[in-house]
């Protein structure tokens, strides 16, 4: 069997996945289908990925737990300052923290992992 340049497996390689993606960081923020993104998103896929550019242009990777970008403690929201994740404002009562120390002016978040904070 011929192998194929870059790729880790030959299932990998069925999924036009190359090695050199896998230990690329990921891009914050990054720009796909005219938005900016500035977390890892999940637009037509079943998992959380990011674009490997700062405007997408076909590199990507799949996202873990570990990926930036990393919350920014103490962060403002709503007046109040904030040292960890926290499920106020938030509907679906889950935890979430600001990517900036103002998220009153920046608007700029994610939710948390429930494994850590950040």
């Not at 509907?91 to 998220?103: D, E, K």
Request: proline share 4%; with cysteine.
């Amino acid at each position: 069997m011929r192998k194929l340049a870059g790729c880790v497996s030959l299932v990998l390689c069925l999924y036009g996945l190359k090695a050199e993606y896998f230990d690329a960081h990921c891009v914050f923020p990054f720009m796909y289908d005219d938005m900016i993104y500035y977390n890892c998103i999940s637009m037509h896929s079943d998992y959380a990925w990011c674009s490997l550019d700062e405007k997408f242009h076909g590199r990507w990777r799949y996202c873990t737990g570990n990926d930036p970008p990393m919350c920014t403690f103490p962060f403002r929201f709503r007046g109040k300052y904030f040292q960890t994740c926290t499920k106020e404002g938030y509907i679906l009562n889950r935890t979430w923290c600001s990517l900036t120390g103002n998220y009153d002016t920046d608007g700029k978040w994610k939710q948390c992992s429930p494994y850590n904070c950040g």
